[in-house]
C-alpha cells in the first residue's frame, strides 16, 4: 500500500530528469515519491502499467492505486505542491484540461529530442 502518491517518470530522458528535478525543488513537503520508471520494482504497491505506456507518458499514481498519466497527472503533480493552490484553479479553466493534454502529448512525443544530453537518453 502506498502512503503518498508517486510520480513514475523516465529516467533516461534528460528533459524528464530537469522537469523532476524541479518538482523536487517545489515539494518542499516530499508529499510526492519521484521513481524513475526504470526502478519502478523496487516500490510496493505499485499497479502494473504497461511499458507502452510508461513510454508515452509520465504517471502518477496516488495512495489509493488510482492512475493519472500525461496532462492529468501535471494537473495531479500541481495539486500536491505547496504553490499549487495559486496555480490548480487555472489548470481547470473551461477548455485548459484538452490544451494541457494536447501540449503535454506534443512535448512528450519531442523530449528525447528536447533534453538529451551526449550519452544521456541512449536515442
Same mark, same amino acid.
Given at each position: ?9 523516465? =529516467? ?9 528535478? /524541479? ?7 516530499? /508529499?510526492?515519491?519521484?521513481?524513475? +520508471? ?5 516500490? %510496493?504497491?505499485? %499497479? ?12 502518477? +499514481? ?7 498519466? =500525461? ?6 503533480? +500541481? ?18 484540461? %484538452?490544451?494541457?493534454? /494536447?501540449?503535454?502529448?506534443? +512535448?512528450?512525443a519531442r523530449r528525447h ?5 551526449? =550519452?544521456?537518453?541512449?536515442?
Amino acid at each position: 500500500m502506498l502512503t503518498r502518491p508517486v510520480l513514475l517518470y523516465d =529516467g533516461n530522458c534528460g528533459f524528464c530528469i530537469r522537469w523532476v528535478d /524541479r518538482v523536487r525543488h517545489w515539494d518542499r513537503h516530499r /508529499r510526492i515519491q519521484l521513481v524513475a +520508471v526504470q526502478r519502478r520494482r523496487e516500490v %510496493p504497491g505499485l %499497479p502494473d502499467i504497461a511499458e507502452e505506456a510508461l513510454d508515452r507518458a509520465m504517471h502518477l +499514481v496516488h495512495p489509493d492505486g488510482t492512475v493519472v498519466s =500525461g496532462g492529468s497527472a501535471v494537473r495531479a503533480v +500541481v495539486g500536491y505542491l505547496p504553490s499549487g493552490r495559486v496555480l490548480a484553479p487555472l489548470l481547470r479553466v473551461p477548455g485548459m484540461p %484538452p490544451v494541457l493534454d /494536447r501540449g503535454y502529448a506534443w +512535448v512528450a512525443a519531442r523530449r528525447h529530442r528536447l533534453g538529451c544530453r551526449e =550519452g544521456m537518453c541512449g536515442i
